[in-house]
């Protein structure tokens, strides 16, 4: 079992930023890849970025390209996600998940354990 706790989260204006934090505990952090995914009101669930799990390869969907970062320190058991350039269509929550295979994924179904979420939330 892989335990993930989401922060980070909160109000920011049109254009700032904000850092998301996800702590794992439970088995090894660097023995999974990671993924963060958001999901708005009304809409499904969405893909946003994923790691592998040394760190040295990362996907991103083409909404938060050149945006968002995502990075992660396995001597920690976090991953992050830096957002910047804000805009109201970020505004979700905003979950990490787990993944056992080394292949990064997308598609949220391949990923084994989630956080409960945190919301971002990005005022015009």
């Known amino acids: 079992q892989v335990q993930l706790v989401e922060s980070g989260g909160g109000l920011v204006q049109a254009g700032g930023s904000l850092r998301l934090s996800c702590a794992a505990s439970?088995?090894?952090?660097?023995?999974?890849?990671m993924g963060w995914f958001r999901q708005a009101p009304g809409k499904e669930r969405e893909f946003v970025a994923a790691?592998?799990?040394?760190?040295?390869?990362?996907y991103y969907a083409d909404s938060v390209k050149g945006r968002f970062t995502i990075s992660r320190d396995n001597a920690k058991s976090t991953v992050y996600l830096q957002m910047n350039s804000l805009q109201p269509e970020d505004t979700a929550v905003y979950y990490c998940?787990?993944?056992?295979?080394?292949?990064?994924?997308?598609?949220?179904?391949?990923?084994?354990?989630w956080g409960q979420g945190t919301q971002v939330t990005v005022s015009s």
């Open positions: 998940a787990a993944d056992a295979a080394i292949t990064l994924h997308s598609d949220g179904g391949r990923y084994d354990y």
């Open positions: 790691i592998s799990r040394s760190g040295s390869r990362t």
């Open positions: 439970g088995r090894t952090f660097s023995s999974y890849a």
